[in-house]
């Protein structure tokens, strides 16, 4: 929500812990700690795992204190950030540090987004501004939470810290990484994916390098620089032109109509898992846009990487499915997950007029990533969707969802 203040400024304030989310949905953050994550006494004292971290370590946030984090604005006061010297990137909006956010009782690692000299590129500010008034409407553990905005030598967005950095820097690093633990990874940002459509959000920028890790185990969805929410009578959103748009992770509907809807994520989502498997290469590698745009148009596809399982690489392709001509749709029958669903979005003639791409294709990640995964580490969407609808954070259930135990 924004509002102009006495001076003119723009002012972005905080939800309130009860609200009614974009699309008429209400639910309640409330004593919710999507951090803190205990772990489970293993039942078999013989079985010897390698420990995941929701496991092993309590991860608080830093909306854990309600009465330092639920002010009346996400402003922050410029006496309470103490910012590092180095980078941790750069980009056209100006450079990213870190920092260190202070509060009353404690002191938390935080990301600072610094805005580049306002007077250069007036637009520049208006996108972080937009950036981050969705990321204030967001709550997901697979999500990276905004902290506050901070107006002082430059505009600053504060953020929570992902200390390894972006998914396709660390994959190229660590080589020797298991099928399982990459599996792990895809599968958590499948669920802030489907975080984000159940509130009505398309991001319009997924991709390895927008994927954050906490630890080698954790990732988190990070830059809404593009993102856009939806009222509850649209199901896409339509660009006025062609920016500077990421080409190779976008689908044929935003080039050619500039139509972007949670289905146009999945595709994103689809090269994103090629990038994961590939240990961070480049899609399309040696490409040019245009060509691209042809090889897709000509029915062709990316190869599967290198040691990428079957299963996985079956996703990607279902990721990519597009039917050429935008007025014949092809329906997709006999579908025993689609059947099963009560997905209602909006009939993408560039999907099928009856495959309802988005919810296949997660739950179909949640059933491969069964097969894949270790019986401890199996995590259903569906729960996932169920704790969303029926107003209990999912978070405050990850580690039923992690260790299999029940929700009664």
């Given at each position: 929500?924004?509002s ?18 974009i ?7 409330a ?15 013989n ?50 540090r ?6 009353t ?9 610094i ?17 981050a ?20 030598e ?76 939806l ?11 062609h ?8 689908a ?14 999945v ?12 240990l ?16 897709i ?5 990316m ?25 014949k ?23 099928g007029?009856e495959?309802?791409?988005?919810r ?26 169920d ?15 992690y260790t ?5």
């Amino acid at each position: 929500m924004t509002s102009q203040s006495g001076d003119g400024n723009e002012v972005i304030t905080m939800r309130p812990e009860t609200q009614a989310d974009i699309g008429g949905r209400s639910r309640s953050t409330a004593k919710l700690n999507p951090y803190e994550m205990r772990p489970e006494k293993s039942r078999n004292k013989n079985v010897s795992q390698e420990a995941m971290p929701m496991e092993t370590e309590v991860y608080e946030s830093p909306y854990a204190d309600p009465e330092e984090m639920k002010p009346k604005t996400v402003h922050l006061d410029r006496k309470q950030l103490i910012l590092d010297e180095g980078e941790l990137g750069s980009g056209n909006f100006g450079t990213v540090r870190k920092g260190i956010y202070c509060m009353t009782k404690s002191k938390k690692p935080v990301a600072v987004k610094i805005l580049k000299n306002e007077d250069s590129d007036p637009a520049v500010k208006e996108e972080m501004l937009r950036e981050a008034n969705v990321m204030q409407q967001l709550d997901n553990p697979y999500i990276v939470r905004m902290i506050g905005i901070c107006e002082a030598e430059n505009l600053m967005l504060v953020m929570e810290l992902a200390e390894l950095g972006p998914l396709h820097k660390f994959l190229q690093k660590n080589k020797q990484i298991a099928t399982k633990n990459i599996t792990e990874l895809v599968h958590q940002v499948s669920l802030g994916m489907k975080y984000l459509e159940e509130n009505n959000f398309v991001h319009r920028d997924l991709a390895a390098r927008n994927v954050l890790l906490v630890t080698q185990h954790y990732a988190k969805i990070s830059d809404f620089g593009l993102s856009k929410a939806l009222t509850v009578e649209e199901n896409y959103y339509k660009a006025k032109g062609h920016g500077k748009w990421p080409v190779k992770w976008y689908a044929p509907e935003c080039l050619n109509y500039f139509r972007f809807s949670s289905k146009s994520d999945v595709w994103s989502f689809g090269v994103l898992m090629w990038e994961a498997f590939s240990l961070g290469q480049k899609p399309y590698k040696g490409m040019k846009g245009n060509e691209v745009i042809q090889m897709i148009e000509r029915g062709e596809r990316m190869e599967a990487p290198p040691a990428c399982p079957p299963e996985m690489y079956e996703l990607m392709r279902l990721c990519w499915t597009y039917n050429a001509c935008p007025y014949k749709a092809q329906s997709v029958s006999g579908n025993p997950i689609a059947n099963s669903t009560k997905y209602s979005r909006v009939k993408d003639c560039a999907y099928g007029e009856e495959d309802e791409m988005v919810r296949v294709v997660f739950d179909k990640l949640s059933e491969t990533a069964e097969k894949v995964l270790s019986a401890r580490t199996k995590v259903t969407l569906n729960t996932a969707m169920d704790i969303a609808r029926d107003g209990t954070s999912t978070a405050g259930n990850l580690r039923c969802m992690y260790t299999g135990c029940s929700r009664n």
